[in-house]
């Protein structure tokens, strides 16, 4: 694909798709404009947030969602919401394919299931709008509550090459949703990551995505699952509850503490992390740890620099290691052992 696209993809992130919300006169969903990474989020209310996505066509044969024409990647944005809200989506189809925008984790009818089976979709050329809902948790009978909307959620395609996507998935149309809580501590920066058949995000080693934080940036990471595989998702030196935030939530919160997930097609999670946190600067790699998925090219880099932007010693020569590393085809492994292993 084309080598800016992870470099340039947008950050739709907790202020610029909060700040799109419209209720009439657009009404701030959170309370006062300097609210600051790091602290917790307060809503006044809820709002509906309407938003335009581009589905273009990209290089190599990719697809991507854009925040405006010609602007399109893979990943697609992320968008945001808080529990409660309603995102309104025009989908603007600028390809020659029928395409769409499915979500998980939100409320929608069936016009806007984003499915061939529900006549959901985009022709080619044609602009369609979707409507997602969340909600809060509430109290259901026997003394049960009922979920919210919150966590970290994806959308994708659903109509191109098959009546589920296949194609479209394939091809990069993707990306993260998150559905945050009331209260929700917001990050300096946020990495979408995909991991799809033998890819990350469209790419194998050396050319995956390189991300990068300054020491004791607020990370958040949004993990997602596609295609065929069965992989994990493991990151060097740093660990996070196995929760819906990635943090324990009280001094009672039983959460275990991981450094390794599951991420199977179809799934996704999040979490944030410090960058750097009790082990410092440097090169750290992120990859799928099926042993013979990491060494096919599913495996990136966290560049976590000094404090003050600098890089730290040793990983830009770790960096070039990384970049001259010989990764071996897949098909020459097994995922079994041997006869008497």
Known sequence: MDDTADRTRPTFSRRSLIAAGTLGAAVPAI?????????PARAVLSVTRRVTIYAEALPGGLFGYGLQPGKATVPGPVLEIYEGDTLEITLVNTTNQRLSIHPHGVDYSTGSDGSPLNDSYNDPGETRTYVWRSREMFAAAGRRLMPGSAGYWHYHDHAMGTDHGTAGVARGLYGALIVRRRGDILPDKQFTVVFHDMTINNRTAPDTPLFEADLGQRVEWIAIGHG?????????????????????????????????????????????????????????????????????????????????GSMPPGAEEAIHRFQGHAHHDPASHTDHQGAGG
Not at 31 to 39: E, V
Request: glycine share 14%.
């Open 228 to 308: 065929n595989l069965f992989h994990t998702f493991h990151l060097h030196a740093h660990r996070w509850v196995d929760n819906r935030t990635g943090m324990l939530e009280s001094l009672s919160d039983s959460s275990p503490a991981i450094d390794n997930k599951d991420l199977n097609p179809g799934s996704s999670f999040g979490f944030q992390v410090l960058a750097g946190e009790g082990v410092g600067p440097g090169a750290w790699m992120y990859h799928c740890h099926v042993q013979n998925h990491s060494d096919g090219g599913m495996a990136g880099i966290f560049l976590v620099r000094n404090a003050d």
């Open 31 to 39: 309370g006062g404009a300097a609210t600051l990474a790091g602290t």
